[in-house]
């Protein structure tokens, strides 16, 4: 719906929707915003729990539901490298970040774009070195700890 134009002239369609040739149902935007949300609002998400592994269910539902938002992934991604999926993580935060930045804004507006995108790195980034996500909070606190 977004990249219908109002007019018959040509002119050059955004990479969003896959180049305008896709829509998405009210029904699955409406349900993936809402599981979305039953996750986000969750937070007892300790990596290797039940709940832990249900949200990463839900997220990967949520994506399938719509493919158009890269929050999802990112989130997933955290999720994943804290569980020890480095590899898995690393593809989810490039993801993310890929259609994060196709779009040039967020869809979750509980975070400015440069949050996201610095999220999403930092996550690809600890992949990349082996890392998974810290455990704590004071690791958490020293990940843009500059050593010299």
Known sequence: ??????????????????????????EAELEARDLYWGVIC???????????????????RVSELNPFI?????????LLLAAGDIEGGRA??????????????????RLPWEAW???????AQMAESGKTWPANSWETINLGLVKQ
């Open 42 to 60: 969750n937070s007892n998400l300790v990596p290797g729990s039940p709940q832990a592994a249900e949200a990463l269910e839900t997220l990967a």
């Open 92 to 109: 989810a935060a490039e993801e993310g970040l890929r259609i994060i930045c196709m779009w040039g804004t967020v869809w979750d507006k």
């Open 70 to 78: 890269g929050e999802p992934h990112v989130v997933r991604a955290q």
């Open 117 to 123: 995108i610095a999220w999403a790195r930092v996550i």
């Open 1 to 26: 719906r977004v990249c219908k134009g109002a007019s018959e002239e040509p002119f050059e369609l955004p990479p969003i929707f896959n180049g305008c040739s896709e829509t998405l149902p009210a």
